[in-house]
């Protein structure tokens, strides 16, 4: 055979194939969009030439415990009608088939597809509601999967992400306060105590006006700030701002019943502080450096003038004294000197 035969054999082949497999004549529905209708109608048992009768099949299926022809009929109602009236109620219902097949991941998205896609959807809210409730058990624990089915490992850093993006579509929606307070949540399990605490004061700056939410939010950025200080024992700065968030509450709710608690807290941060100011000071004077010794034993006394450690830098700074005051005379004549110079 010629090439030029066999090349004209090929593209006669292509343009059958063409006809063959070409769509049907471009329909438009009201309700449902433009659609392409097949020649023959039906096509499969559970196929319709119809968005919302395929919307039907798919709700019955899922009714009945059919998840896989559920899913495969709220699929089709998405990719074939997805202009028409009936899509977002697919796209909806497809999320639960993939919830019932534990494919929580693929879940989440198809739910948000659906807040993206269609807004104005009936199950805006239960989306949300759902994509909460999937988030929870990342939260709890539950491991990601690789490709939806080999599971490896939970991730805080993703868990934060999505509930991140619960917030992000419905910000003031019933889930939303609790999603930005569980941002929070996942970063204390990474340790990550100061983005912990980031969450929360937004979450309290926010919803401040939402009865429990703000003393909830205040209350937990202070309880992440004491980990935060009780991670890096001579982390004064932090332990200060666990102090300081611990304050804030008692007196903006100082009918919380929490608020002994929080200066039970406060009390045992001053005591830490003192206990590293007086570490601090007992390292200069070894290194006989006196005054920068005496000024950490007076900062013990500043901390926590009550405590074990203030009653020891008191005895410190009484026998340090001598010393201290022969360098103060000495830096007192050097002074004029090098004025008159």
Same mark, same amino acid.
């Given at each position: 055979?010629?090439?030029?035969?066999?090349?004209?054999?090929?593209?006669?082949?292509?343009?059958?194939?063409?006809?063959?497999?070409?769509?049907?004549?471009?329909?438009?529905?009201?309700?449902?969009?433009?659609?392409?209708?097949? #020649?023959?109608?039906?096509?499969?048992?559970?196929?319709?030439?119809?968005?919302?009768?395929?919307?039907?099949?798919?709700?019955?299926?899922?009714?009945?415990?059919?998840?896989?022809?559920?899913?495969?009929?709220?699929?089709?109602?998405?990719?074939?009608?997805?202009?028409?009236? +009936?899509?977002?109620?697919?796209?909806?219902?497809?999320?639960?088939?993939?919830?019932? *097949?534990?494919?929580?991941? *693929?879940?989440? !998205?198809?739910?948000?597809? &659906?807040?993206?896609?269609?807004?104005?959807?009936?199950?805006?809210?239960?989306? &949300?509601?759902?994509?909460?409730?999937?988030?929870?058990?990342?939260?709890?624990?539950?491991?990601?999967?690789?490709?939806?089915?080999?599971?490896?490992?939970?991730?805080?850093?993703?868990?934060?992400?999505? +509930?991140?993006?619960?917030?992000?579509?419905?910000?003031?929606?019933?889930?939303?306060?609790?999603?930005?307070?569980?941002?929070?949540?996942?970063?204390?399990?990474?340790?990550? +105590?100061?983005?912990?605490?980031?969450?929360?004061?937004?979450? #309290?700056?926010? @919803?401040?006006?939402? /009865?429990?939410?703000?003393?909830?939010?205040?209350?937990?950025?202070?309880?992440?700030?004491?980990?935060?200080?009780?991670?890096?024992? +001579?982390?004064?700065?932090?332990?200060?701002?666990?102090?300081?968030?611990?304050?804030?509450?008692?007196? &903006?709710? /100082?009918?919380?019943?929490?608020?002994?608690?929080?200066?039970? =807290?406060?009390?045992?941060?001053?005591?830490?502080? #003192?206990?590293?100011?007086?570490?601090?000071?007992? @390292? @200069?004077?070894?290194?006989?450096?006196?005054?920068?010794?005496?000024?950490? @034993?007076?900062?013990?006394?500043? *901390?926590?003038?009550?405590?074990?450690?203030?009653? #020891?830098?008191?005895?410190?700074?009484?026998?340090? !004294?001598?010393?201290? =005051?022969?360098? !103060?005379?000495?830096?007192?004549?050097?002074?004029?000197?090098?004025?008159?110079?």
């Amino acid at each position: 055979m010629s090439r030029a035969c066999l090349r004209n054999v090929l593209i006669l082949s292509c343009l059958l194939g063409f006809v063959w497999n070409s769509p049907a004549p471009l329909i438009y529905r009201p309700g449902e969009g433009w659609v392409y209708e097949q #020649a023959g109608g039906e096509s499969g048992d559970w196929e319709r030439g119809r968005a919302l009768d395929q919307l039907e099949v798919a709700r019955q299926a899922f009714e009945t415990g059919d998840i896989g022809t559920a899913l495969k009929a709220a699929k089709r109602v998405v990719n074939r009608w997805p202009l028409s009236d +009936y899509a977002p109620d697919a796209q909806y219902l497809l999320g639960r088939c993939y919830e019932e *097949k534990g494919l929580l991941e *693929k879940a989440f !998205k198809t739910y948000q597809e &659906l807040v993206e896609k269609f807004p104005k959807s009936q199950n805006y809210e239960e989306a &949300l509601q759902r994509q909460f409730n999937i988030t929870n058990r990342y939260l709890d624990g539950r491991w990601f999967r690789l490709w939806n089915y080999i599971p490896t490992f939970p991730s805080m850093e993703r868990t934060s992400k999505m +509930y991140s993006q619960i917030v992000e579509n419905g910000p003031y929606s019933p889930v939303g306060p609790q999603a930005q307070m569980n941002i929070g949540s996942a970063r204390e399990k990474q340790e990550e +105590y100061q983005l912990a605490v980031r969450a929360y004061i937004r979450a #309290a700056d926010r @919803y401040h006006d939402l /009865p429990g939410v703000a003393e909830e939010a205040v209350f937990r950025a202070a309880l992440a700030w004491h980990k935060q200080a009780n991670k890096a024992e +001579y982390d004064q700065g932090t332990a200060g701002e666990a102090i300081n968030t611990y304050t804030d509450f008692t007196l &903006l709710y /100082p009918q919380d019943p929490r608020v002994p608690e929080a200066r039970d =807290a406060i009390r045992e941060l001053q005591t830490e502080q #003192a206990k590293g100011a007086f570490a601090t000071a007992r @390292y @200069y004077e070894k290194k006989r450096r006196w005054l920068a010794s005496e000024i950490y @034993y007076n900062e013990v006394l500043l *901390k926590d003038p009550q405590s074990e450690f203030a009653d #020891a830098a008191r005895q410190r700074l009484a026998e340090l !004294k001598p010393h201290t =005051a022969r360098l !103060k005379e000495q830096q007192a004549a050097v002074e004029p000197s090098t004025s008159a110079n």
